[in-house]
């Protein structure tokens, strides 16, 4: 079944750094774009990173530009997201998730599916 | 700093038929971007539960329902049941340069 599993959330101080994961499995990860989306401790969500499926685009919201980099290993289907810099204000539930709708490319009318189970980030001194 | 808009909280009683809403603006909702909608159920993270305005995923019951128009959206859910407690999300695309991706502010379904 389609799956993606997060990892590399933790404890870490501000202005330091730390590297997401998002494991996926169950689809040709090589075909789809994916995100990176966020939820602070009792907030809502928000959008955080996009890239292509071929690694060649990339967009990133305002809150992270210049401090969070996405990647991905369309060769070990996994996606990174790494994060740089780090402020308390990043502190959240980082899921990755996979863009459905048109193939192969990004589309401002595609949505989000499926959603990992996420992985929590706090940075807190 | 989401830039779509919904009701903090709807109750209604089993069986009941409760709305959501879902206003944006006209650089996204309104600049005819499709609405989707995701179920956050305690604990979990989001699943989709309508995509393109108005499609239901397979597994996803009948009795949720979207709609679109202008610069809002609503998310419907007919004959309330208990599983639907949970908080729910709009989402758009903007074509504004601080995010290209907007969620609403989220809205929690209480069943009474």
């Known amino acids: 079944q389609v799956q993606l599993v997060e990892s590399g959330g933790g404890v870490v101080q501000p202005g330091r750094s730390l590297r997401l994961s998002c494991a996926a499995s169950?689809?040709?990860?090589?075909?789809?774009?994916m995100h990176w989306v966020r939820q602070a401790p009792g907030k809502g969500l928000e959008w955080v990173a996009l890239?292509?499926?071929?690694?060649?685009?990339?967009y990133y919201a305002d809150s992270v530009k210049g401090r969070f980099t996405i990647s991905r290993d369309n060769s070990e289907n996994t996606l990174y997201l790494q994060m740089s810099s780090l402020r308390p204000e990043d502190t959240a539930v980082y899921y990755c998730?996979?863009?459905?709708?048109?193939?192969?490319?990004?589309?401002?009318?595609?949505?989000?599916?499926?959603w990992g189970q996420g992985t929590l980030v706090t940075v807190s001194s | 700093q989401s830039v779509l808009t919904q009701p903090p909280s709807v109750s209604g009683a089993p069986g009941q038929r409760v709305t959501i809403s879902c206003t944006g603006s006209?650089?996204?909702?309104?600049?005819?971007?499709?609405v989707h909608w995701y179920q956050q159920l305690p604990g979990t993270a989001p699943k989709l539960l309508i995509y393109?305005?108005?499609n239901r995923p397979s597994g996803v019951p009948d009795r949720f329902s979207g709609s679109k128009s202008g610069t809002s959206a609503s998310l419907a859910i007919t004959g309330l049941q208990a599983e639907d407690e949970a908080d729910y999300y709009c989402?758009?695309?903007?074509?504004?340069?601080?995010?290209?991706?907007?969620f609403g502010t989220g809205t929690k379904v209480t069943v009474l």
């Open positions: 890239m292509s499926y071929d690694g060649s685009i990339k």
């Open positions: 169950g689809f040709t990860f090589s075909t789809y774009a």
């Open positions: 998730a996979r863009e459905e709708g048109t193939p192969y490319v990004s589309s401002p009318y595609n949505w989000f599916d499926p």
């Open positions: 006209s650089s996204n909702i309104g600049a005819d971007y499709d």
């Open positions: 989402q758009s695309y903007d074509r504004s340069l601080s995010a290209l991706y907007v």
């Open positions: 393109g305005n108005s």
